[in-house]
Protein backbone atom coordinates (compact mmCIF):
# COMPACT_ATOMS: atom_id res chain seq x y z
CA UNK A 1 0.00 0.00 0.00
CA UNK A 2 1.41 4.01 -0.68
CA UNK A 3 2.31 5.07 2.10
CA UNK A 4 1.37 8.89 1.06
CA UNK A 5 0.82 10.71 4.28
CA UNK A 6 0.45 14.29 3.92
CA UNK A 7 1.05 16.09 7.67
CA UNK A 8 -1.94 18.55 7.76
CA UNK A 9 -0.59 21.65 10.72
CA UNK A 10 -3.41 24.53 11.20
CA UNK A 11 -2.58 27.62 12.74
CA UNK A 12 -5.62 28.30 14.38
CA UNK A 13 -6.65 31.80 15.99
CA UNK A 14 -9.30 32.54 17.73
CA UNK A 15 -12.65 33.77 15.42
CA UNK A 16 -16.52 33.69 16.30
CA UNK A 17 -17.80 30.80 14.15
CA UNK A 18 -20.24 32.14 11.58
CA UNK A 19 -21.89 29.36 8.41
CA UNK A 20 -21.58 31.39 5.21
CA UNK A 21 -24.68 30.94 2.41
CA UNK A 22 -26.02 32.48 -0.22
CA UNK A 23 -29.94 32.58 0.65
CA UNK A 24 -32.49 32.85 -1.74
CA UNK A 25 -33.20 36.40 -0.98
CA UNK A 26 -29.73 37.84 0.01
CA UNK A 27 -26.27 37.77 -2.26
CA UNK A 28 -23.75 37.33 0.38
CA UNK A 29 -19.97 37.71 -0.74
CA UNK A 30 -16.48 35.99 0.40
CA UNK A 31 -12.87 35.97 0.50
CA UNK A 32 -10.61 34.47 -2.39
CA UNK A 33 -8.04 31.90 -1.34
CA UNK A 34 -4.37 32.58 -2.68
CA UNK A 35 -3.96 29.07 -3.76
CA UNK A 36 -0.45 28.05 -5.66
CA UNK A 37 -0.12 29.05 -9.30
CA UNK A 38 -0.47 25.10 -10.47
CA UNK A 39 -3.09 25.15 -13.29
CA UNK A 40 -2.48 21.94 -15.25
CA UNK A 41 -3.62 22.16 -18.98
CA UNK A 42 -6.39 23.98 -20.71
CA UNK A 43 -9.67 23.85 -19.54
CA UNK A 44 -10.91 20.27 -20.16
CA UNK A 45 -14.63 19.91 -18.62
CA UNK A 46 -17.30 17.23 -19.60
CA UNK A 47 -14.81 15.28 -21.29
CA UNK A 48 -12.24 14.42 -19.07
CA UNK A 49 -15.14 12.67 -17.37
CA UNK A 50 -14.09 8.58 -17.72
CA UNK A 51 -10.56 9.23 -18.90
CA UNK A 52 -8.95 9.23 -15.01
CA UNK A 53 -10.10 5.74 -13.98
CA UNK A 54 -13.55 3.97 -13.29
CA UNK A 55 -15.98 5.78 -11.63
CA UNK A 56 -15.80 5.05 -7.78
CA UNK A 57 -18.10 6.80 -5.92
CA UNK A 58 -20.93 9.52 -6.27
CA UNK A 59 -22.46 11.39 -3.57
CA UNK A 60 -25.77 12.87 -5.38
CA UNK A 61 -27.11 14.46 -8.23
CA UNK A 62 -26.35 18.63 -9.09
CA UNK A 63 -29.84 18.83 -10.70
CA UNK A 64 -33.55 17.95 -9.77
CA UNK A 65 -35.30 18.73 -13.09
CA UNK A 66 -33.33 17.45 -16.85
CA UNK A 67 -33.54 19.30 -19.75
CA UNK A 68 -31.63 21.41 -21.99
CA UNK A 69 -30.41 22.61 -19.76
CA UNK A 70 -30.83 21.05 -16.17
CA UNK A 71 -32.02 23.16 -13.27
CA UNK A 72 -30.87 22.74 -9.83
CA UNK A 73 -34.44 23.67 -8.21
CA UNK A 74 -33.99 25.54 -4.77
CA UNK A 75 -37.73 24.93 -3.64
CA UNK A 76 -38.29 27.60 -1.16
CA UNK A 77 -42.08 28.09 -1.82
CA UNK A 78 -42.89 24.06 -1.61
CA UNK A 79 -40.27 23.27 0.84
CA UNK A 80 -39.50 25.89 2.45
CA UNK A 81 -35.50 26.02 1.85
CA UNK A 82 -33.74 28.96 1.39
CA UNK A 83 -29.99 28.22 1.15
CA UNK A 84 -28.96 28.07 -2.73
CA UNK A 85 -24.92 27.33 -2.01
CA UNK A 86 -22.51 27.28 0.45
CA UNK A 87 -19.48 30.02 0.73
CA UNK A 88 -16.38 27.68 -0.41
CA UNK A 89 -13.48 29.95 -0.81
CA UNK A 90 -11.51 32.01 1.86
CA UNK A 91 -12.31 31.09 5.29
CA UNK A 92 -14.65 28.66 4.27
CA UNK A 93 -14.90 25.25 3.05
CA UNK A 94 -16.88 22.30 2.54
CA UNK A 95 -16.70 18.82 3.57
CA UNK A 96 -18.49 15.84 3.07
CA UNK A 97 -18.18 11.98 3.70
CA UNK A 98 -17.87 8.83 1.30
CA UNK A 99 -17.68 4.88 1.68
CA UNK A 100 -15.24 2.65 0.02
CA UNK A 101 -16.19 -0.84 -0.34
CA UNK A 102 -12.96 -2.67 -1.27
CA UNK A 103 -9.11 -1.06 -1.52
CA UNK A 104 -9.32 2.10 -4.39
CA UNK A 105 -6.56 4.25 -5.81
CA UNK A 106 -8.73 7.45 -6.02
CA UNK A 107 -6.50 9.36 -8.68
CA UNK A 108 -9.37 12.31 -9.24
CA UNK A 109 -12.01 14.20 -8.42
CA UNK A 110 -15.31 15.72 -9.91
CA UNK A 111 -17.00 18.86 -8.38
CA UNK A 112 -19.57 21.57 -8.56
CA UNK A 113 -20.04 24.93 -8.06
CA UNK A 114 -21.62 28.26 -9.27
CA UNK A 115 -20.58 31.75 -8.84
CA UNK A 116 -23.30 34.41 -9.19
CA UNK A 117 -23.47 36.61 -12.58
CA UNK A 118 -20.17 34.68 -14.23
CA UNK A 119 -20.66 33.37 -18.02
CA UNK A 120 -21.29 30.41 -19.45
CA UNK A 121 -17.39 30.42 -20.86
CA UNK A 122 -14.97 30.63 -20.06
CA UNK A 123 -15.43 28.90 -16.83
CA UNK A 124 -14.41 31.67 -14.03
CA UNK A 125 -13.78 28.92 -11.19
CA UNK A 126 -9.82 28.30 -12.00
CA UNK A 127 -8.50 26.54 -8.34
CA UNK A 128 -9.37 24.11 -6.16
CA UNK A 129 -7.44 22.69 -3.12
CA UNK A 130 -8.77 19.41 -1.28
CA UNK A 131 -7.13 17.44 1.81
CA UNK A 132 -9.16 13.87 3.14
CA UNK A 133 -9.61 13.39 6.31
CA UNK A 134 -9.79 9.84 8.02
CA UNK A 135 -12.69 10.90 9.89
CA UNK A 136 -15.09 13.26 10.73
CA UNK A 137 -13.29 16.51 10.65
CA UNK A 138 -15.47 17.94 13.17
CA UNK A 139 -14.96 14.82 15.81
CA UNK A 140 -11.05 14.36 15.76
CA UNK A 141 -10.44 13.22 12.80
CA UNK A 142 -7.26 13.91 10.66
CA UNK A 143 -5.92 14.71 7.25
CA UNK A 144 -4.14 11.77 5.60
CA UNK A 145 -3.95 13.27 1.99
CA UNK A 146 -3.67 16.68 0.66
CA UNK A 147 -3.81 20.46 1.82
CA UNK A 148 -5.11 23.90 1.16
CA UNK A 149 -2.06 25.35 -0.61
CA UNK A 150 -1.44 23.17 -3.91
CA UNK A 151 -3.71 23.38 -6.56
CA UNK A 152 -4.92 20.27 -8.17
CA UNK A 153 -7.41 22.09 -10.55
CA UNK A 154 -7.17 20.29 -14.15
CA UNK A 155 -10.03 22.30 -15.96
CA UNK A 156 -13.50 23.32 -15.35
CA UNK A 157 -16.48 24.22 -17.71
CA UNK A 158 -20.43 24.80 -17.56
CA UNK A 159 -22.22 21.26 -16.52
CA UNK A 160 -25.02 22.64 -18.21
CA UNK A 161 -27.06 23.38 -15.37
CA UNK A 162 -28.22 26.73 -13.53
CA UNK A 163 -29.23 26.81 -9.90
CA UNK A 164 -32.15 28.85 -9.10
CA UNK A 165 -35.36 28.71 -6.90
CA UNK A 166 -38.69 28.84 -7.46
CA UNK A 167 -39.33 32.26 -6.16
CA UNK A 168 -35.76 34.26 -8.46
CA UNK A 169 -36.15 31.96 -11.56
CA UNK A 170 -33.19 32.74 -13.85
CA UNK A 171 -29.91 31.92 -15.31
CA UNK A 172 -27.62 34.11 -13.17
CA UNK A 173 -26.03 31.12 -11.31
CA UNK A 174 -24.04 28.49 -14.25
CA UNK A 175 -23.47 25.17 -11.93
CA UNK A 176 -19.14 24.41 -13.15
CA UNK A 177 -18.08 21.10 -13.29
CA UNK A 178 -14.76 21.65 -11.95
CA UNK A 179 -11.90 18.34 -12.45
CA UNK A 180 -9.17 18.07 -9.99
CA UNK A 181 -6.57 15.04 -10.02
CA UNK A 182 -4.89 13.83 -7.17
CA UNK A 183 -0.99 13.73 -7.68
CA UNK A 184 0.18 10.56 -6.96
CA UNK A 185 -3.00 9.31 -6.30
CA UNK A 186 -3.97 8.10 -2.32
CA UNK A 187 -4.46 4.31 -1.25
CA UNK A 188 -7.76 3.95 0.57
CA UNK A 189 -8.61 0.99 2.30
CA UNK A 190 -12.56 -0.03 3.09
CA UNK A 191 -13.97 2.41 5.25
CA UNK A 192 -15.58 5.87 5.32
CA UNK A 193 -13.56 9.07 4.99
CA UNK A 194 -14.31 12.72 4.13
CA UNK A 195 -13.81 14.68 1.40
CA UNK A 196 -12.87 18.69 1.62
CA UNK A 197 -12.22 21.32 -0.61
CA UNK A 198 -12.36 25.16 -1.32
CA UNK A 199 -12.55 26.85 -5.06
CA UNK A 200 -10.62 29.90 -6.06
CA UNK A 201 -13.08 32.07 -8.89
CA UNK A 202 -13.19 35.13 -10.53
CA UNK A 203 -13.11 38.46 -7.89
CA UNK A 204 -15.44 39.99 -10.69
CA UNK A 205 -18.23 37.43 -9.31
CA UNK A 206 -20.00 36.80 -6.39
CA UNK A 207 -18.16 33.50 -4.74
CA UNK A 208 -17.34 30.65 -5.47
CA UNK A 209 -20.72 28.77 -4.21
CA UNK A 210 -21.32 25.36 -3.27
CA UNK A 211 -24.59 23.84 -4.74
CA UNK A 212 -26.24 21.21 -2.50
CA UNK A 213 -27.21 17.55 -3.33
CA UNK A 214 -31.02 18.43 -5.02
CA UNK A 215 -33.84 15.50 -5.48
CA UNK A 216 -37.54 17.24 -6.76
CA UNK A 217 -40.11 17.61 -3.72
CA UNK A 218 -37.96 15.56 -1.73
CA UNK A 219 -35.51 17.24 1.47
CA UNK A 220 -32.86 15.12 1.25
CA UNK A 221 -31.16 14.03 4.24
CA UNK A 222 -27.19 14.95 4.15
CA UNK A 223 -24.31 15.34 7.05
CA UNK A 224 -22.02 17.58 5.23
CA UNK A 225 -20.09 20.21 7.38
CA UNK A 226 -18.81 24.35 6.56
CA UNK A 227 -15.76 25.49 8.36
CA UNK A 228 -14.53 29.05 9.18
CA UNK A 229 -10.92 28.92 9.42
CA UNK A 230 -10.76 24.97 10.18
CA UNK A 231 -14.06 25.09 12.82
CA UNK A 232 -16.32 22.77 11.73
CA UNK A 233 -19.93 22.68 11.62
CA UNK A 234 -22.84 20.85 10.54
CA UNK A 235 -24.00 22.63 6.41
CA UNK A 236 -27.55 23.02 6.59
CA UNK A 237 -30.24 24.57 4.82
CA UNK A 238 -31.17 27.83 6.54
CA UNK A 239 -34.77 27.68 6.02
CA UNK A 240 -36.00 24.66 7.20
CA UNK A 241 -32.50 23.75 8.99
CA UNK A 242 -31.81 20.35 7.12
CA UNK A 243 -28.73 19.27 6.90
CA UNK A 244 -27.30 19.67 3.03
CA UNK A 245 -24.81 17.31 1.25
CA UNK A 246 -22.29 18.30 -1.72
CA UNK A 247 -22.55 16.73 -5.06
CA UNK A 248 -19.02 14.75 -6.15
CA UNK A 249 -17.43 11.92 -7.76
CA UNK A 250 -14.39 9.96 -7.42
CA UNK A 251 -12.54 8.21 -10.08
CA UNK A 252 -9.84 5.41 -9.65
CA UNK A 253 -8.47 2.10 -9.90
CA UNK A 254 -9.26 -0.97 -7.27
CA UNK A 255 -5.73 -2.16 -5.68
CA UNK A 256 -6.49 -5.97 -5.98
CA UNK A 257 -3.66 -8.41 -3.82
CA UNK A 258 -3.14 -11.97 -5.17
CA UNK A 259 -5.75 -13.51 -3.59
CA UNK A 260 -8.21 -10.63 -4.71
CA UNK A 261 -6.60 -10.90 -8.06
CA UNK A 262 -7.44 -14.69 -8.56
CA UNK A 263 -11.00 -14.08 -7.46
CA UNK A 264 -11.22 -11.11 -9.66
CA UNK A 265 -9.60 -12.86 -12.91
CA UNK A 266 -12.23 -16.14 -11.95
CA UNK A 267 -15.61 -14.39 -11.86
CA UNK A 268 -17.90 -12.16 -13.98
CA UNK A 269 -21.11 -10.59 -13.60
CA UNK A 270 -23.43 -10.45 -16.63
CA UNK A 271 -24.97 -8.87 -18.52
CA UNK A 272 -23.63 -5.59 -18.90
CA UNK A 273 -25.69 -3.11 -18.71
CA UNK A 274 -28.51 -5.12 -16.74
CA UNK A 275 -32.57 -5.15 -16.80
CA UNK A 276 -34.01 -7.32 -14.32
CA UNK A 277 -31.49 -9.85 -13.60
CA UNK A 278 -27.77 -10.05 -13.13
CA UNK A 279 -25.60 -13.57 -13.26
CA UNK A 280 -22.27 -14.19 -11.02
CA UNK A 281 -20.38 -16.61 -13.18
CA UNK A 282 -17.19 -18.43 -11.07
CA UNK A 283 -14.85 -20.79 -12.86
CA UNK A 284 -13.94 -22.91 -10.06
CA UNK A 285 -13.00 -20.92 -6.86
CA UNK A 286 -14.68 -21.13 -3.44
CA UNK A 287 -16.99 -18.27 -2.66
CA UNK A 288 -18.47 -17.21 0.33
CA UNK A 289 -21.47 -14.45 -0.74
CA UNK A 290 -21.87 -11.35 -2.74
CA UNK A 291 -22.28 -7.76 -1.76
CA UNK A 292 -24.38 -5.20 -3.55
CA UNK A 293 -23.64 -1.56 -3.23
CA UNK A 294 -24.86 1.34 -4.98
CA UNK A 295 -22.58 3.94 -6.20
CA UNK A 296 -23.08 5.77 -2.33
CA UNK A 297 -21.77 2.67 -0.81
CA UNK A 298 -25.36 1.74 0.59
CA UNK A 299 -25.33 -1.97 1.08
CA UNK A 300 -28.20 -3.32 -1.11
CA UNK A 301 -28.28 -7.15 -1.27
CA UNK A 302 -26.57 -9.89 0.74
CA UNK A 303 -26.45 -13.14 -1.74
CA UNK A 304 -25.30 -16.90 -0.72
CA UNK A 305 -23.02 -18.02 -2.49
CA UNK A 306 -21.65 -21.01 -0.48
CA UNK A 307 -23.51 -23.36 -1.99
CA UNK A 308 -23.07 -22.05 -5.81
CA UNK A 309 -22.40 -24.13 -8.76
CA UNK A 310 -20.83 -22.14 -11.81
CA UNK A 311 -23.68 -19.34 -11.97
CA UNK A 312 -25.98 -17.86 -9.67
CA UNK A 313 -28.74 -15.62 -10.75
CA UNK A 314 -29.82 -12.71 -8.95
CA UNK A 315 -32.66 -10.49 -9.21
CA UNK A 316 -32.26 -6.65 -9.62
CA UNK A 317 -35.87 -5.83 -10.99
CA UNK A 318 -36.46 -3.36 -8.32
CA UNK A 319 -33.19 -1.56 -8.44
CA UNK A 320 -33.29 1.92 -9.75
CA UNK A 321 -31.27 2.77 -12.79
CA UNK A 322 -27.94 3.33 -11.99
CA UNK A 323 -24.31 2.06 -11.25
CA UNK A 324 -23.56 -0.45 -8.95
CA UNK A 325 -20.78 -2.46 -7.36
CA UNK A 326 -20.82 -6.36 -6.95
CA UNK A 327 -18.08 -7.13 -3.95
CA UNK A 328 -17.29 -11.20 -4.42
CA UNK A 329 -15.80 -12.64 -1.27
CA UNK A 330 -14.35 -15.80 -1.21
CA UNK A 331 -12.09 -17.94 1.27
CA UNK A 332 -8.76 -16.00 0.98
CA UNK A 333 -10.05 -12.57 -0.70
CA UNK A 334 -12.41 -10.96 -2.22
CA UNK A 335 -12.90 -8.41 -5.77
CA UNK A 336 -15.28 -6.17 -6.91
CA UNK A 337 -17.21 -5.94 -10.27
CA UNK A 338 -19.56 -3.00 -11.54
CA UNK A 339 -22.35 -3.06 -13.86
CA UNK A 340 -25.29 -0.42 -14.58
CA UNK A 341 -28.58 -1.20 -14.18
CA UNK A 342 -30.91 0.34 -17.33
Same mark, same amino acid.
Given at each position: ???? !?? !? ?60 ? +???? #? ?13 ? *?????? !?????? #? ?27 ? *? ?38 ? +?????? !? ?31 ? +? ?85 ? =? ?19 ? =? ?26
Amino acid at each position: MKKI !IY !IFIALCTAVSYNLTAQSADVENTSTEVNLADRQIGEPLGQELRGTRGALVYDNGPHFNIAGN +PNIS #LLQDQTLGQNTLGGG *VSGAFS !IADDFT #LTATYDITAVDLYGYQTGAPTSPASISGV *VIQIWDGDPSAGGSVIYGDFINNVWTGAAWSNTYRESESN +PGTGRA !IQLVNAELPGGVELAPGTYWIDWQYIGDAAFSG +PWQPPVVELDVVVPGNGLQSNNGVYATWADTGDGSPLDAPFQLYGTEVLGVDDQAINNAVSVFPNPAVNEINISSNGLNLQNAEIYN =IQGRLMQTVDLSSMGTQETVN =IASYSAGVYLVKINGDNGSATKRFVKR
